[in-house]
């Protein structure tokens, strides 16, 4: 019984993705396809302690949901259009049973449809992480701090969106390749983000997704290893995971960049990321994610150089607020500026952002605090700092920001 | 075996018509440069493979006057940010990594934010 469950979560891991992308897309319904894989993972468990593991439990796990998919298809009376799709899953798995083969790997087309146009902003990436990586629900949840009743609403919307639709599984054409690519890349990067702050997985309540981010980054690159964006963003992530063991200290204080001990950050990850950027700049196609990535590039350098290059940070931020002006981008540009022109320039750029659009983006109080206390301007800042601290949830966080506006007595 | 060269002057505009515009940056790298990046003697001193990336921006030539002292227009900005198109927030360790920046990726509205910033103690002296 253990060597089956064993068996048959082997198989989860390494292909509940590529068979779930294969039946979605030769059906058309990412929901169906689905519930027909789990109850072909629930038959597995049920018969191969009988029958032993087949040898082949890829092409096994392929007809037994397909035999799923006929019953679920005929339950619903969907006839002929179900018909041709479903032969072609039994056709394929008969070429595995029978041969070393194995069946397409439509993940990239299965990642394109979570993040087309007509899939909601905000659903685009828990569905990635629940279709592509497995991640169940409840997980996802709590990585965007959603109620799991509400994230599974938003998860069977989209499902059900896809297949009303009629959303086809194919790549893009070349003219909206580019577009259609940066939604996928987009929905990669906010799975990342919400990995951010949970350093020692002391929350369980925001468990974080960084680790799965830097996964469909990395499959991403497998499946389009001639895009650059995508080369862009991994090494992007990569340079801030390189960096993880270094944010807090071993009491878990919250350690700024200029302080952390770079004998703590990945050589491994950041000479990944590097390999990657440069690879990246033969293309020589610029994009937000490779401007992002070179960025951190700079910040990594203090490993070699002992300093941090704030010039060409600066420069890079210019290019950066012009193809992608975020609040993120324009803000931290402003954070850069204030290295390289001084506190008062860098406070009329934040001044500049219209305030109803950063009300409650925690990282714009943060600086102007620390704007503020540079230009003695202490009444300010400590309103700010407090601004800062009521936005964000992180102890660890809270408690540097309130240290920082004690400083101010 | 020679890297790209292109104009490094031409941008394009992607999305005509009011959309956010996208500007494609060219960039080159000449022989010498190139070079550099595997010899050993300089090596070292290439790793910063942000580089070319910076060559690219200098010489597309968008900004004058140096960076940081010409903001975006307001407009344009204002576009952006009414739009739907990007995630707003990022890793930018300027400020999450420096200043105590916080990630803030789903917050609903307004109101649920406020009642956050409600939640918590502000400190001695100071409301929010």
Redesign the interface.
């Known amino acids: 019984m253990t060597e089956t469950h064993v068996a048959v979560e082997q198989a989860a891991r390494d292909s509940w993705g590529r068979l779930l992308a294969f039946l979605s897309a030769r059906s058309g319904d990412v929901a169906a396809a689905e519930d027909a894989l789990a109850d072909a993972f629930q038959a597995a468990l049920e018969t191969w302690p009988r029958r032993g593991v087949p040898s082949k439990p890829e092409a096994w796990l392929l007809v037994a949901a397909r035999r799923k998919l006929i019953d679920a298809a005929r339950h619903r009376k969907v006839h002929e259009e179900a018909t041709p799709a479903l032969i072609a899953i039994t056709d394929v798995a008969q070429q595995m049973a029978d041969s070393a083969e194995t069946f397409p790997d439509e993940r990239l087309k299965l990642l394109f449809v979570c993040a087309h146009p007509a899939i909601d ?2 659903s685009r990436t828990p569905l990635m992480l629940q279709v592509v990586l497995g991640l169940d629900a409840a997980r996802i949840a709590s990585a ?3 109620k799991p009743s509400a994230m599974g609403q938003r998860l069977t919307r989209a499902k059900t969106k896809i297949r009303v639709t009629g959303l086809r599984f194919e790549l893009p054409g070349a003219s909206d390749l ?1 577009g259609r690519l ?2 996928v890349l ?1 929905a990669i ?2 799975a ?3 990995g ?2 949970d350093v020692a997985g002391a929350d369980n309540r925001r468990k974080g997704l960084a680790k799965e981010a830097i996964d469909l980054g990395k499959l991403l690159l497998q499946l389009m290893p001639a895009e650059p964006e995508v080369q862009g963003l991994l ?3 990569l340079h ?1 995971e390189a ?1 993880r063991e270094a ?1 807090r200290s071993d009491r878990g204080a ?1 350690v ?3 302080e ?1 001990d770079v004998v703590r950050w990945s050589s491994a990850m950041i000479e990944e ?3 990657l ?2 690879n990246a ?6 994009g937000h994610f ?3 990535a ?6 990594a ?1 203090r490993a ?1 150089s002992g300093q941090t290059d704030w ?9 950066l ?17 204030a290295e ?2 001084g506190a008062e ?2 406070f ?2 934040l001044k ?3 305030i109803q ?1 950063v ?5 714009y109080w ?2 102007a605090a ?1 704007l503020l206390k540079r230009m003695q301007r202490f009444d300010d800042a ?2 700010a ?10 102890s660890g ?2 408690e ?3 240290q ?2 004690a400083e101010l007595n | 075996m020679n890297v790209i060269i292109l104009d490094a002057e031409n941008c394009v505009e992607i999305e005509p018509g009011g959309k956010p515009m996208k500007y494609m940056l060219m960039f080159y790298l000449n022989q010498t440069e190139f070079n550099s990046r595997t010899d050993p003697k300089t090596r070292d001193a290439f790793w910063g493979s942000f580089l070319p990336y910076l060559r690219a921006v200098r010489e597309a030539g968008i900004f004058a006057g140096g960076a940081g002292l010409e903001p975006p227009d307001t407009a344009t900005s204002l576009r952006i940010l009414d739009g739907t198109r990007l995630v707003q927030d990022g890793p930018f360790a300027e400020t999450k990594e420096q200043l105590g920046g916080y990630f803030l990726i789903d917050v609903p509205d307004l109101d649920a934010a406020l009642e956050w910033a409600a939640r918590y103690p502000a400190g001695p002296g100071g409301g929010v």
Request: proline share 4%; glycine share 4%.
């Open positions: 902003l905000n965007f701090l959603v580019p940066d939604a987009e990067y906010a990342y983000g919400s951010w702050d090494a992007l992530m801030c960096r944010r919250y700024p960049l200029s952390q990321a590097e390999r950027l440069e700049a033969q293309f020589g196609r610029i490779q401007l992002e070179a960025i951190q590039s700079v910040h350098h070699q010039e060409s940070i600066a420069v890079m931020y210019e290019a607020v012009r193809i992608a002006p975020t609040m993120g981008a324009l803000v931290s540009r402003a954070a850069a500026v390289t022109r320039t860098a009329q750029l500049e952002i219209p659009s009300e409650t983006y925690q990282p943060a600086l620390h400590k309103s700092y407090t601004r800062a601290m009521g936005l964000c949830e992180d966080m809270r540097f920001l309130r920082k506006a």
